[in-house]
Structures are given as C-alpha cells and as structure tokens.
C-alpha cells in the first residue's frame, strides 16, 4: 500500500505559477534538481493534470546532447520508470505520448484511493487543481515543498484557500541560491 504525496514548487508567497501562467522562477539548479532525483526514487506513480502533464512529457523523450547532465538523465530515468495518470477532461487522448501512461477523465477521490492503496509505493500527486479535493479531504500523507525566493504577487496557490491542514514538520533544507525544501506530514 502506498501513501499520497503532494510535491509542489512554490513562490515565497505560496504560488505556482504567476498571474501570466509563468514558472520559469522555479528551475532547480542541480543541487536542487538532483536533491528531487532523491527524494522522488521511492515514488511509484505520478498523478498529474494536464498541464503538469504537458511540462513533465519532456522527460520521456529527453536526449542529453552534445553537453550532457547526469542530474537530467537520471530525472529521465526517473520519469520513464514511473506509471503516470493524467487527470484531464479535456486532454485528447492522441496528446498521451509518454510510455506507462493513462488518461483518468474525472479523477474522484475514490480513484485516487485506489491508486494509492495499489501502489508499489509513494503516488505523487502534482498539480495544485488536481490535489485540491484530496487536500481537502485530508488524504495526502506527505507533503514536499519546495519554495523559491519570489515574490510573484498572486497567480495559481499552490494551496486550496478554503483547505484547512495541521502540519508537522518533519524535515528541511537550504540549498544554495535561497530556494527551501519544506517536508511536512499531518499532525
């Protein structure tokens, strides 16, 4: 059985993307980068929506170059090793191009406990709009947050505002550059 993880990168004042849409702010260095390839190793399923989707499917096909990363590739390895769910209504099913992938029209949080429960370990849900019912409900078991040092003025929270959580923290991180990894897990 497996337990629900909700990863999210977040400006300093708690939003994913700014009022543009734009996340540029949030690319990892690789001392950030690799510190998710850790972390992320145990995890057995992504749960995304459809723009998650449509950032993360780079990694399906990613080709180091002529420079290549070892932090990168073994994000790749990562990625492509993983059963992925997109939660998408409107997602056409020909955009589905990564391996070990499956379109859930209306992702209900009796689905998403199914998931969890079958799964080989940690699901990691991704995407403040899809994880917003499960956060609500009180489902999710970890909670990895990684938070940049902007202030972007409004945008997507990377929290429902009508979501009430107690949270323990449980581990934490500085990491070159300003950017904080937060661990929490409910009281």
């Known amino acids: 059985m497996g337990s629900l993880r909700y990863f999210a990168n977040m400006s300093a004042d708690g939003y994913t993307v700014d009022t543009e849409g734009k996340f540029d702010w949030t690319d990892p260095t690789d001392e950030v ?7 992320e190793s145990d995890v057995a399923v992504y749960v995304h929506g459809r723009r998650m989707y449509e950032t993360m499917v780079f990694w399906d096909t990613y080709e180091p170059g002529d420079d290549p990363n070892p932090v990168y590739a073994r994000y790749a390895e990562i990625w492509q090793g993983m059963e992925k769910v997109v939660a998408s209504s409107s997602l056409p099913e020909e955009a589905i191009t ?5 379109i859930v029209r209306d992702l ?8 969890t429960d079958c799964a080989r370990g940690a699901v990691s849900i991704g995407g ?11 489902l999710v078991d970890d909670f990895r947050f990684f938070v940049y040092p902007e ?13 009430r ?3 323990r ?3 934490s991180r500085e990491f070159a550059g300003g950017c904080v990894y937060l661990h929490y897990v409910p009281r």
């Open 169 to 171: 923290l449980v581990d």
């Open 98 to 102: 990564s391996a070990r992938t499956r």
């Open 128 to 138: 403040p709009t899809v994880a917003a019912d499960a956060l609500r409900d009180g």
């Open 165 to 167: 959580l107690s949270l």
């Open 108 to 115: 209900q949080l009796g689905e998403l406990r199914r998931i």
């Open 33 to 39: 980068h690799a510190f998710i390839n850790e972390i």
């Open 151 to 163: 202030v972007v003025g409004g945008g997507l929270p990377a929290l429902p505002r009508d979501a």
